[in-house]
């Protein structure tokens, strides 16, 4: 089956001016890495490109069709010197007070290929720069990617066209806890956490927020016996997330880190290279920090670090028993963010052996 890219002008293409109407050359400008991007995805993937953009008043006194189509031309026309091209253009002149249901979000220009059984709708995506292009995308039953968001780029649009979003999902259910994960590798940092453990949520918490994962975390567990089986699950769970969401690999940096924090030095080496091991090199004299026994730092990276088939070599010195676990927390959170980028223009396993 086909799969559509239903790609925006004003805002996504080319930079959209303060009055909103590109109707000058002198206000004509390319979003940044629109060129190569965009000849990328043409090259490396199978997407139909359709241009779907709203002209408010196009062919009116206001907006005069000969002011328009000079620029128009003239993008297409520079477009196509990079290799890129339109399979079809659709543009909708009508103002918002119109109603038009030709008129995005709505989606009268492009039923035809909702109605047409030889295109995926499903994996085909608008890509836009505004709120009314999520809902469009919505109103198709597409997905979305939304260049002012945080985090969007014409260069992460590639890569998540040509190598796929990163995400995974995973319930565990035992007769102690539970659990229920979904992780975006590609994220922003936005969390979900509620594991019952206050400060387990914080540290947690840290490896969203310092390594730009999306991470969504319920766990409920046997608290009334201890909090072993909930942090242990938690470590489990999160590592096969993790695992699942790298996929194949392929591209990865692989290895990511040391961070001090106040009169703390923390260091997290990492390597996917698929085979699990921890060397633990850190000292807490403390039973507990908030309701988290101490204990159950090492045996929380070893469970992570198994799960995820990933090799860890963690060291932290200083005084400060919170300081020194919220620094290897973050210092793992850094780890991952290095190890797990993505170059799509290097696309292999980094590794001789040609496996990891």
Known sequence: M???????RDGTLIEEPADEQIDAFEKLKFTRGVFRNL?????????????????????????PEDTFWPVQNFILQ?????????????????????????????????????????????NSYVIGDRET???????????AMILSDEGMSWDKISELLFAGERTAEVRRTTKETDIHIKVNLDGTGKCDISTGLGFFDHMLEQI?????????????????????HTIEDTAIALGECILTALGDKRGIERYGYCLPMDD?????????????????????TREKIGEMPTEMFLHFFKSLSD?????????????????????????LARSLKMAVRRDIYHYELPSTKGML
């Not at 969504?216 to 567990?221: E, P, R, S, Y």
């Not at 799960?307 to 210092?331: P, T, V």
Request: proline share 3%; net charge negative.
């Open 78 to 122: 520079t477009l196509e010197s990079e290799g890129v091209t339109f399979d079809e253009i659709l543009i909708d002149p009508h103002f918002p007070e119109d109603n038009a249901p030709t008129r995005k979000p709505n989606t009268g220009l492009v039923e035809k290929y909702m109605n047409n059984s030889e295109y995926d709708i499903a």
């Open 307 to 331: 799960a995820a088939k990933m090799n860890l070599n963690i060291k932290a010195e200083g005084q400060n028993e919170h300081h020194k676990i919220e620094g290897i927390f973050k210092a």
């Open 208 to 228: 969203g927020k310092h390594g730009s994962i999306d991470l969504l975390i319920h766990t409920k567990g046997d608290l009334e016996v201890d909090e072993h």
């Open 133 to 143: 292009d999520r809902k469009f995308a919505e109103n198709i039953g597409c997905k």
């Open 264 to 284: 703390c030095l923390c260091s997290v080496a990492l390597d996917f290279g698929g085979r699990p091991w921890l060397v633990w090199d850190a000292v807490f």
């Open 2 to 8: 086909k799969r559509l890219l239903f790609i925006d």
């Open 39 to 63: 000849h990328f995805i043409r090259e490396h993937t199978d997407f139909e490109f359709v241009m779907v953009s709203n002209q408010d008043g196009l062919g009116t006194d206001a907006f």
